[in-house]
Nanobody
Framework: QAQLVESGGGLVQTGCSLTLTCTLSGRDFVIYANNILGWFRQAPGKVREFVAG????????LYADSVKGRFTILRYAAENAVSLQMNNLEPEDTAVYYC?????????????????WGQGTQVTVSS
């Protein structure tokens, strides 16, 4: 029923910024109070990894060490959306970025806890 749609990806140079947006839609879409909305990414030949997550109710945020201090996840409750502000991008950030929802309220980084996924948006950082 629920659909998560990512947007904002593209090609940028090293050191530049991008902001990704994840819009949660659906006529009967429901976000539970303890849901976590998270961002994951997967580069070619690599496993999918956790990037950032935010609890819907309490706005508690957690970041992967690789992006901490550079990326910021934001919640827009009224719009049913989350964003990922990415600063000082590096070639190592090149990946498909996915938005997902975790209904468990715990283990931000555990992708098995997420039960809804978007289709992904490509971010490419050139040197």
């Amino acid at each position: 029923q629920a659909q998560l749609v990512e947007s904002g990806g593209g090609l940028v140079q090293t050191g530049c910024s991008l902001t990704l947006t994840c819009t949660l839609s659906g006529r009967d879409f429901v976000i539970y109070a303890n849901n976590i909305l998270g961002w994951f990414r997967q580069a070619p030949g690599k496993v999918r990894e956790f990037v950032a997550g935010v609890t819907w109710r309490n706005y508690k945020r957690l970041y992967a060490d690789s992006v901490k201090g550079r990326f910021t996840i934001l919640r827009y409750a009224a719009e049913n959306a989350v964003s990922l502000q990415m600063n000082n991008l590096e070639p190592e950030d090149t990946a498909v970025y996915y938005c997902a929802r975790n209904p468990s309220g715990t283990l931000y980084y555990d992708e098995t806890k997420y039960d809804n996924w978007g289709q992904g948006t490509q971010v490419t950082v050139s040197s």
